[in-house]
């Protein structure tokens, strides 16, 4: 079957998302292996690369934007059109908290860390494997996956949990611990943002198929309320 010329340029945008999002996925992958090993090199190249991840990000905000304006959309395209536009900026704000754990690298220098990477790896690797998933889901329209996806954003909660517990347990024994603590609670925040973030692309593809607007922290148990910690900027 012969594909109009919209389909033809929503499928080159699709791709265009696609391939920011498989970036923006390695981002939160890598920076919680920099953290790991410490690697201050790896850290700036990781900085770095953001800004190539705006600029593909604003690329696909302008095409979206002048396909609409020439094609003039309706109904569904239009819908992904719109979704298109959102997923963007959630995956460039998602590689920002990439970036700003590369920055928290930076900052730690050589000083050893206050405690060993047990649960913020695992933290990284759920962020990394829902926002894989959700990619998938929205190029296969999946609304099954997009609404259980959100799902699992509780257990990057429980461990971002987990770690603010074992960090007190920390300063609490050593009151100079206090520094080392508050950086790795916000890579921790990080992390639990970046999944909250996936969960807003999942209301867009359930958004994008059906029309309707999802909220999912108004269907998921209520969240532990988190401590605020100022960014290790």
């Not at 410490?38 to 770095?48: D, F, P, Y």
């Not at 900026?89 to 990439?98: H, N, V, W």
């Amino acid at each position: 079957m012969v594909k109009t010329p919209l389909e033809k340029e929503l499928e080159g945008l699709q791709d265009q998302l696609v391939d920011l999002g498989v970036m923006v996925e390695r981002t939160i992958i890598e920076a919680v292996d920099i953290l790991g090993e410490r690697h201050g090199e790896r850290a700036k190249r990781l900085i770095q690369s953001d800004a190539e991840i705006n600029r593909r990000r604003y690329q696909i905000e302008t095409d979206t934007l002048i396909l609409i304006a020439r094609q003039q959309p309706m109904a569904k395209d239009l819908r992904t059109l719109a979704a298109i536009l959102e997923i963007a900026g959630e995956l460039e704000r998602i590689a920002d908290y990439s970036k700003g754990i590369a920055k928290i690298v930076l900052n730690l220098g050589t000083k050893p860390l206050v405690k060993p990477l047990v649960d913020i790896p695992r933290m990284a690797a759920l962020a990394s494997d829902m926002l894989h998933r959700a990619l998938l889901g929205f190029v296969d329209r999946d609304t099954r996956a997009a609404y259980a996806i959100p799902e699992e954003d509780q257990q990057v909660d429980d461990l971002y949990d987990q770690v603010y517990r074992e960090l007190m347990t920390y300063v609490l024994e050593d009151p100079r611990n206090i520094d080392g603590a508050s950086h790795l609670m916000w890579v921790a925040h990080n992390l639990e943002r970046a999944a909250d973030r996936v969960v807003n692309i999942c209301e867009r593809i359930i958004f994008t198929v059906t029309g309707e607007l999802i909220e999912f922290d108004d269907r998921l148990p209520p969240k532990a309320a988190k401590p605020h910690h100022p960014p290790a900027d």
